[in-house]
């Protein structure tokens, strides 16, 4: 590694002068500050000297830089406008999202709306507020549904709180793995998450009501014992990450409506029992991640274990499978999940593990094209995505995970 000795970049005589000190960074220096900048291998680091600089036309800069590892903010910072470009291409007149623009997926889907809308939770624009105002919306329209629900348990799949709905947030008249309890705990969840960062996610007492229905409603199906379909739709068995979604999104809203203690309680004494195992059938599942993100209710040693096992066993070369043997989209070998890299990596961060978290930056960025359609999956055995590209959930934790990722570099500049 050479250094280049870059000098004669003129101070303006008033005001501020703007210049680039590499390829693809560029700050805005005051004109009584002398700025020598130091750029090692990783790190950047800035000195100054003011007051006696004044008159001083020229700066002289050593620039240290590694060509192999440039990283660049700002060429990342308009990269990923296009990310909510396509995100609001699949944003419908309602404030909900439809999972993919391809037609297999022209559905929305309560969880994947959640996930879809992540990375609104911190930003001042309104689309967070108004998917979650859809999604009351849905729950008004099948209240009577949940009414019956609170103290009847559903025997048929068709009389749970359906997990799938048309764009118009109608029923669909088609069988249906419904049976999804994470999705309610993902709403909670959402909601809760959403009023304590300061969203109008509540718009009036209607609201609250549903709220607190849903809460019932997880009571009466016994949520911290009852089989169902899990994250990814398929064979009823009891799921570690539904029993998690529903502790998280319980605990979330007990500061807005009445939740019995001894109902978190019981979720969270099964969760000890079936972890680190996500099912019966399943002893790791990709769906585990989001007990470490976005719920944040397990503990270390437990969310290390997770992390331990999902990449030694899921994680491939375009993404990770769901779990081993999974057959949808199996060609030959399990579909890899475009997804499973972003996940990995916001997982990371939550534990602090920033190196870590870092060895997922190209591999996710591997799987972003230059219009940002991030794929559902890359087929089994055949090195090419499915047909639901772009999907929501996709563009959404790769745009979430690379955000949090140059926001860490920046602050440690």
């Given at each position: 590694?050479?250094?280049?000795?870059?000098?004669?970049?003129?101070?303006?005589?008033?005001?501020?002068?703007?210049f680039?000190?590499?390829?693809?960074?560029?700050?805005?220096?005051?004109?009584?500050?002398l700025i020598?900048?130091?750029?090692?291998?990783?790190?950047i680091?800035?000195?100054?000297?003011?007051?006696?600089?004044?008159?001083?036309?020229?700066?002289?800069?050593?620039?240290?830089?590694?060509?192999?590892?440039?990283?660049?903010?700002?060429?990342?910072?308009?990269?990923?406008?296009?990310?909510?470009?396509?995100?609001?291409?699949?944003?419908?007149?309602?404030?909900?999202?439809?999972?993919?623009?391809?037609?297999?997926?022209?559905?929305?889907?309560?969880?994947?709306?959640?996930?879809?809308?992540?990375?609104?939770?911190?930003?001042?624009?309104?689309?967070?507020?108004?998917a979650?105002?859809?999604?009351?919306?849905?729950?008004?329209?099948?209240?009577?549904?949940?009414?019956?629900?609170?103290?009847?348990?559903?025997?048929?799949?068709?009389?749970?709180?359906?997990?799938?709905?048309s764009?118009?947030?109608?029923?669909?008249?088609?069988?249906?793995?419904?049976?999804?309890?994470?999705a309610?705990g993902?709403?909670?969840?959402?909601?809760?998450?959403?009023?304590?960062?300061?969203?109008?996610?509540?718009?009036?007492k209607?609201?609250?009501?549903?709220?607190?229905?849903?809460?019932?409603?997880?009571?009466?199906?016994?949520?911290?014992?009852?089989?169902?379909?899990?994250?990814w739709?398929?064979?009823?068995?009891?799921?570690?990450?539904?029993?998690?979604?529903?502790?998280?999104?319980?605990?979330?809203?007990?500061?807005?409506?009445?939740?019995?203690?001894?109902?978190?309680q019981k979720?969270?004494?099964?969760?000890?029992?079936?972890?680190?195992?996500?099912?019966?059938?399943?002893?790791?599942?990709?769906?585990?991640?989001?007990?470490?993100?976005?719920?944040?209710?397990?503990?270390?040693?437990?969310?290390?274990?997770?992390?331990?096992?999902?990449?030694?066993?899921?994680?491939?070369?375009?993404?990770?499978?769901?779990?081993?043997?999974?057959?949808?989209?199996?060609?030959?070998?399990?579909?890899?999940?475009?997804?499973?890299?972003?996940?990995?990596?916001?997982?990371?961060?939550?534990?602090?593990?920033?190196?870590?978290?870092?060895?997922?930056?190209?591999?996710?960025?591997?799987?972003?094209?230059?219009?940002?359609?991030?794929?559902?999956?890359?087929?089994?055995?055949?090195?090419?995505?499915?047909?639901?590209?772009?999907?929501?959930?996709?563009?959404?934790?790769s745009?979430?995970?690379?955000?949090?990722?140059?926001?860490?570099?920046?602050?440690?500049?």
């Amino acid at each position: 590694m050479g250094e280049v000795y870059v000098q004669l970049y003129r101070l303006a005589p008033r005001g501020q002068m703007f210049f680039t000190f590499s390829p693809f960074f560029s700050i805005r220096i005051p004109k009584n500050m002398l700025i020598h900048i130091i750029l090692l291998q990783k790190n950047i680091t800035l000195w100054k000297r003011s007051k006696s600089v004044v008159n001083r036309r020229f700066i002289n800069i050593w620039n240290v830089y590694n060509e192999n590892r440039r990283y660049s903010l700002e060429v990342l910072r308009v990269k990923m406008e296009k990310a909510i470009e396509v995100l609001d291409q699949m944003r419908l007149p309602n404030g909900a999202y439809t999972a993919s623009l391809s037609k297999d997926y022209s559905y929305v889907w309560i969880r994947d709306v959640v996930y879809t809308v992540l990375p609104f939770l911190s930003q001042s624009c309104d689309r967070y507020e108004k998917a979650y105002h859809a999604l009351f919306d849905l729950f008004k329209e099948y209240e009577w549904k949940i009414d019956i629900h609170t103290e009847k348990k559903p025997v048929y799949i068709f009389e749970y709180i359906h997990a799938r709905y048309s764009t118009e947030l109608k029923e669909l008249n088609m069988e249906w793995g419904h049976a999804q309890n994470d999705a309610i705990g993902a709403f909670l969840w959402g909601v809760g998450e959403g009023v304590r960062h300061g969203k109008q996610v509540i718009r009036d007492k209607g609201d609250l009501q549903i709220v607190q229905k849903l809460v019932h409603y997880l009571d009466c199906l016994q949520y911290w014992q009852a089989k169902d379909n899990g994250m990814w739709e398929e064979n009823m068995e009891l799921h570690a990450s539904s029993i998690g979604a529903c502790v998280a999104g319980l605990k979330a809203v007990k500061m807005l409506v009445h939740v019995e203690e001894d109902l978190i309680q019981k979720g969270e004494e099964a969760l000890r029992f079936l972890l680190p195992r996500e099912s019966e059938t399943k002893d790791v599942d990709l769906a585990l991640l989001s007990l470490i993100f976005p719920y944040r209710i397990v503990d270390r040693k437990t969310a290390l274990l997770i992390l331990q096992q999902v990449p030694n066993k899921l994680e491939r070369k375009r993404g990770c499978i769901r779990y081993e043997n999974d057959q949808y989209y199996n060609e030959g070998s399990e579909a890899e999940w475009c997804f499973g890299f972003p996940w990995l990596g916001l997982c990371y961060s939550e534990l602090g593990m920033d190196e870590k978290a870092n060895e997922y930056i190209e591999k996710t960025k591997r799987n972003i094209p230059e219009n940002w359609e991030v794929p559902e999956l890359f087929i089994g055995g055949r090195n090419i995505h499915n047909v639901n590209t772009p999907l929501a959930w996709s563009v959404a934790l790769s745009y979430l995970f690379l955000q949090r990722m140059g926001q860490t570099k920046r602050q440690l500049q």
